[in-house]
């Protein structure tokens, strides 16, 4: 069974089949998955739902919620899933479940071992981990939830990836495997155009791939924006990497002074 936060909110059974749930089902245990047995009180959970646009009744329409995603979870028990529950305590609820199946925790776990395996110098088992951890993101995280709180951690959930994204492509240039995160560098680029750290990295990770003229450009469309959108020139950082790559520099290669130099 797998509780999935990371895209649309859905539901699947160990046979991979999609547990059909209202929209309102969903949310509810989005709401108690983020914090996985874990008391929850029912303000909190309102808020987490449904913010200012309040059902009538909005005790009476929790309490209708929490039995339909009890249903719910019956099925993928009944598919032969792991026992878990959504407990009604006073005043609120838990999720009664191994956090192992809510992908959210599954990728912030593989993250913690990512930077376990670095610290030990495991660079190639570090990798690994980082790349079983993004391959869990399908999309905007909790992309059917709008709210306030949903908002909040979308963004807190973004940071995560970004910073997951940065330690993989910089292990990843370390180990000389250029270009594997091209790709999602280019993706990190597009959303946050002005984060020089990111463009920094897809700059050296398309130099180191035999891509100069890309790595070039990728530059001044970074430039362009910052002029535009902040009356201001790139760091003296992301300046050096370019003069670097427009001179062909051989000495720009990805070991630590570089990545330090593009991380500051």
Not at 107 to 119: G, M, P, Q, S
Not at 181 to 199: C, F, G, K
Request: hydrophobic share 40%; aromatic share 6%.
């Amino acid at each position: 069974m797998n509780i999935q936060l990371l895209g649309c909110i859905e539901v699947r059974t160990p046979s991979g089949s999609r547990v059909s749930m209202s929209n309102g089902v969903g949310l509810l245990l989005a709401a108690t998955a983020w914090t996985p047995n874990v008391f929850v009180a029912d303000d909190e959970v309102i808020e987490r739902l449904w913010e200012t646009r309040l059902p009538e009744h909005p005790r009476n329409a929790l309490y209708t919620l929490a039995t339909r995603v009890r249903k719910a979870l019956r099925c993928v028990t009944d598919d032969g899933g792991p026992g878990f529950d959504l407990v009604r305590r006073y005043g609120g609820y838990i999720l009664a479940v191994d956090e192992g199946v809510i992908d959210a925790s599954q990728f912030r776990r593989l993250v913690r071992h990512a930077k376990d395996a670095e610290r030990r110098g495991e660079a190639e088992r570090a990798l690994e981990f980082y790349e079983e951890a993004l391959a869990l993101w399908r999309g905007e995280p909790l992309s059917n939830m709008r709210t306030a709180w949903a908002d909040a951690a979308r963004l807190m959930l973004r940071n995560e990836h970004r910073n997951a994204v940065l330690s993989g492509a910089e292990l990843s240039l370390w180990l000389g495997r250029y270009d594997e995160y091209v790709a999602p560098l280019h993706d990190l680029a597009a959303r946050q155009p002005l984060d020089e750290r990111v463009v920094g990295l897809l700059m050296l990770a398309l130099y180191r791939s035999g891509r100069q003229e890309e790595a070039l450009r990728c530059f001044q469309v970074t430039r362009a924006h910052m002029v535009e959108l902040l009356g201001d020139e790139p760091g003296p950082e992301l300046r050096s990497v370019h003069e670097h790559i427009l001179c062909r520099s051989e000495s720009l290669r990805p070991d630590r002074g570089v990545l330090d130099l593009i991380r500051s």
